[in-house]
């Protein structure tokens, strides 16, 4: 089913350069976002109010809160944490020191575990890598990546999704929470060649969100990967997607600039109700978050 998005804007006074990564702060009850091109964290009410705008020093791939109140951010080459109260970043090990390579994507599981990827800037090598960090560090658990990106678990954490956009390819692994490993690997979705996934969530039903950057689109994929809705935007860049606010009831899409293209709302960020429910983003364990500043991978 092909269907137009019906949708409000977060009332927020800028536009994104690429706009990324909404996050729903359960604690705070507050909107988390990035600009990574812009060099920045947001955060917000779902009524634009109490804007917080926090400067990075480098492109910023995700930011996800932590179960102590910090923000765990990904920055072009490290792990860093954001005290939100000071707007002090403490950086961690450098962990890229390609300088064609970033850190992109990120996302806690909910044992509080973080994952994350990173990505070959050209999109063009299978140079970058999934990484998991927990309390014992980080840990690279697979390469062969060419942009790592959105990932999401089941309702029952028995499968876990990673999108590598360079390959247009949404990949599902049998998930083992207890133990935070994966196995089984196999082909969740793949797209045309005209557009790519990017960030996702997962909701209630355990259906799949998938952006599509270049495809002025959200997909919706049933458990078995068949796509149930496409939402047409009207702005061709697509990033991510977050179910937000008390209920869990609104769908947060980001979208991001497209310098040839003439779109008044690209960058901005999108909220609707799409008739579902999402599930809460989990925090950074403290023992996982604590582990940033002596982390090697």
């Known amino acids: 089913m092909i269907k137009d998005a019906i949708f409000d804007l977060l009332d927020v006074p800028e536009r994104g350069i690429l706009s990324e990564g909404p996050c729903w702060d359960v604690a705070r009850q ?41 923000i765990v951010l990904g920055l072009r080459a490290g792990l860093a944490r954001l005290d939100p109260s000071t707007g002090a970043i403490t950086h961690g090990s450098v ?18 575990r973080l994952w994350f990827g ?20 980080i840990t690279e658990i697979f390469g062969g990546v060419i942009t790592s990106n959105g990932l999401g678990w089941s309702p029952d954490d028995a499968v876990m999704y990673h999108t590598d956009s360079g390959r247009h390819l949404i990949s599902a692994f ?9 196995s089984n690997r196999r082909v969740f979705a793949q797209t045309p060649a005209d557009y790519v996934p990017d960030g ?21 994929h049933a458990p078995d990967g068949r796509v149930l809705l496409e939402l047409r935007f009207p702005v061709a860049r697509i990033t991510s997607c977050a179910f937000a606010g008390p209920s869990l009831d609104v769908l947060v899409v980001t979208s991001a600039q497209d310098p040839a293209r003439d779109e008044p709302l690209a960058g901005r960020v999108f909220l609707l109700d799409v008739g579902v429910t999402g599930l809460p983003d989990a925090p950074i364990a403290p023992a996982a978050a604590s582990a940033i500043s002596a982390c090697q991978a």
Do not use: Y
């Open 118 to 137: 990173t990505m070959h800037m050209p999109e063009s090598e299978p140079s970058a890598s999934l990484f998991r960090l927990d309390g014992s560090g």
């Open 174 to 182: 049998d998930f083992d929470a207890a133990a935070g490993t994966l």
């Open 200 to 220: 996702m969530t997962v909701d209630a039903d355990g259906c799949v969100w998938s952006a599509c950057w270049g495809g002025h689109r959200m997909i919706r």
């Open 95 to 112: 962990l890229e020191t390609r300088l064609d390579h970033r850190i992109n994507d990120g996302a806690a599981d909910r044992s509080g």
């Open 30 to 70: 507050r909107l988390l976002w990035i600009d990574i091109q812009g060099h920045k964290v947001h955060s917000a009410d779902l009524d634009g109010r109490g804007l917080r705008t926090w400067a990075t020093p480098s492109e910023v791939g995700f930011a996800v809160p932590d179960a102590e109140g910090g």
